[in-house]
């Protein structure tokens, strides 16, 4: 396992020496790109081709193209993985899409029946170069992409199944340090698997070497029967960086109630972030247990709640942070606290 990790850290050095040389190129637009790929794909310059559409997927993931052109071009280099892989990263990001569902569903088909007819390669003759085969997987790294596949074809909660079983428990207990990443053929998407304390945090979207970089899924898979929390948008040099929105569930039966309280069982803040941190407007909205809804707009810099001018000046008994905004539905107060707000379970390694 630790030759494992050496691996790992290597290649964290090899892609900083690679950033800090390389030279600034002027930024083309996604319509340059495409053109680029498209006339590549005429010419049968499939490695190029590739280049151009990954550049699109990486500076715009929603558009569609993106995932189909580097497909054709993965199928001209004879690369019926990569095809499938990158066609999968596109139902994720693009769920329902007919272009991108469609052509994978094409084909798989075809890739278990050329698995089932190809004839045997004829052995090289000698002096002939060969590539050298990709290592085999780990089975750190056949249980990561098992639970990668589970998510795209399921969703979240397919995770929060998996972390109940035995077999998490003893693939977590086999794993010496963390965090475990396993990336897919595109280079770009993948899944890592995160401790702090004798807390589990998983990670499934984009990635820039082994930094979380680009759209992004972050969950806890510690106590699920009491709460469950959960992450989802921009990501950069491993931190949300960008919009984003945490919603927070809350088992009704294990909250440690007060008299007269009626509490949250379904929380929902949507707004900005840099480093991990709130930073902007944000939306929040609180789902009651007694089916009410409350809903409020407060500020935030740099993690900490602003006062906001309509509400009230001092905070009652047990209120530490300041009034940072309004219900707008109800006028009740929403208070903030005396320390910074950040996404959960950032410290996790």
């Known amino acids: 396992m630790k030759q494992v990790v050496s691996i790992m850290l290597c290649a964290i050095v090899l892609l900083s020496s690679i950033s800090a040389c390389a030279k600034p190129e002027l930024p083309q637009t996604v319509a340059e790109l495409l ?24 500076v715009e993931p929603m558009n569609p193209r993106g995932y189909t052109g580097a497909a054709e071009a993965y199928l001209g280099l004879e690369d019926t993985d ?27 088909p075809q890739e278990t029946v050329r698995d089932l007819e190809a004839e045997p390669e004829p052995l090289p003759e000698i002096g002939d170069e060969q590539e050298p085969e990709p290592e085999p997987l780990s089975e750190i790294q056949l249980y990561l992409r098992d639970l990668l596949v589970q998510y795209d074809t399921e969703g979240y909660e397919s995770l929060y199944a998996a972390a109940e079983t035995a077999e998490f428990q003893e693939f977590t207990a086999f794993v010496d340090v963390f965090p475990v990443i396993y ?66 569930w809350r088992n009704v039966d294990a909250i440690e109630r007060q008299t007269n309280m009626t509490y949250a069982v379904l929380t929902e803040w949507a707004g900005a972030f840099q480093n991990g941190y709130y930073d902007g407007s944000f939306s929040v909205v609180y789902n009651l247990e007694d089916g009410v809804v409350h809903r409020w707009s407060p500020v935030y810099s740099a993690g900490m709640g602003q006062a906001a001018s309509t509400s009230p000046q001092g905070n009652p008994a047990g209120r530490s942070g300041p009034a940072i905004g309004i219900c707008h539905d109800c006028g009740t107060i929403l208070y903030g606290s005396d320390s910074e707000s950040r996404v959960f379970g950032l410290g996790a390694q």
């Open 35 to 58: 053109d680029l790929g498209e006339k590549y794909l005429l010419e049968l310059n499939y490695e190029q081709a590739l280049v151009q559409f990954l550049k699109v997927i990486e």
């Open 183 to 248: 990336i897919d053929a595109t280079g770009g998407y993948g899944i890592g698997l995160y401790k702090s304390g004798e807390s589990f945090f998983v990670y499934i979207g984009g990635y820039a070497g082994l930094l979380r970089s680009g759209n992004g899924f972050w969950t806890g898979l510690s106590n699920l029967q009491d709460t469950q929390n959960r992450f989802e948008g921009e990501w950069q040099d491993d931190f949300p960086n960008g919009s984003g929105t945490i919603v927070r």
């Open 82 to 108: 990569g095809a499938v892989a990158i066609l999968q990263q596109g139902t994720h990001v693009l769920p329902g899409n007919a272009q991108i569902q469609g052509m994978l569903n094409d084909l798989l």
